[in-house]
């Protein structure tokens, strides 16, 4: 998943940069609120989470102006400030849950995950699609119970289209999911991707869960549960 994190404590950016990233996240770390929304306008996010104790801009207000562009993505916030009238306030602006600093990484993990499952509408951590079973914790897909072997992009992809199942993925939002910059940004690495994914998921079983919508990009025709 692509994810939007605002932090001004730059080793406290670092830190969810690389950790995020070790779980299998893209993820934009900006340092204020401004760099925030350009990066939202840029491209498209899963999540975001936001320290609400922001030089300029402040956090609350990034979320109702992220809110009033029509971003629907979940927002969690970051928050020193523990006691119930600024939780209710964050809530209010539109965010959707809230860790209190300082806090320990597993807990921050799985309320994101969380949150990611219930934005694509699966209340499981596991995706199933006829023959094929997604493992969003372990990061681990089956097929007829056999472990089929993806790379980290490919998983990646994957898990992707799952989610967004039965609508049209553009190629150029799969790219997102795999680089956090502009560069390297070359179509043709999906496609090579997308091919083999589609080797390995028809391999045994015949499976065809990925279809090409011509000069739009891909579809994942099963429907997940
Ligand atoms: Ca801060």
């Not at 809530?91 to 949150?115: C, H, I, M, S, T």
């Not at 690495?189 to 891909?218: C, H, M, N, W």
Request: one cysteine or more; charged letters at 30%.
């Amino acid at each position: 998943m692509k994810l939007l994190v605002v932090e001004d404590e730059a080793l406290l950016r670092h830190h969810l940069y690389s950790r995020l990233g070790e779980q299998g996240h893209v993820v934009d770390a900006v340092a204020n609120a401004e760099d925030a929304l350009y990066q939202a306008d840029q491209y498209s996010h899963d999540l975001a989470v936001v320290d609400l104790g922001l030089p300029g801009m402040g956090g609350l207000d990034l979320i109702r102006q992220l809110r009033s562009q029509g971003k629907s993505f979940p927002i969690l916030i970051l928050t020193a400030r523990g006691n119930w009238q600024d939780k209710v306030e964050g809530l209010a602006a539109g965010a959707d849950d809230y860790v209190v600093k300082p806090f320990q990484f597993e807990e921050l993990e799985a309320r994101l995950n969380a949150l990611l499952r219930r934005s694509s509408g699966f209340t499981q951590s596991r995706i199933c699609a006829g023959p094929l079973l997604l493992d969003l914790n372990r990061k681990q897909a089956t097929l007829d119970d056999q472990s089929l072997q993806l790379t980290a992009f490919e998983y990646r992809i994957l898990e992707y289209l799952m989610r967004h199942h039965q609508q049209v993925v553009p190629k150029e939002r799969l790219i997102e999911q795999l680089y956090p910059d502009d560069e390297e940004r070359d179509p043709n690495v999906i496609e090579v991707l997308v091919g083999r994914l589609r080797r390995k998921l028809e391999a045994d079983s015949g499976f065809k869960p990925i279809e090409t919508v011509r000069g739009q990009g891909y579809l994942f025709t099963e429907r997940c549960r």
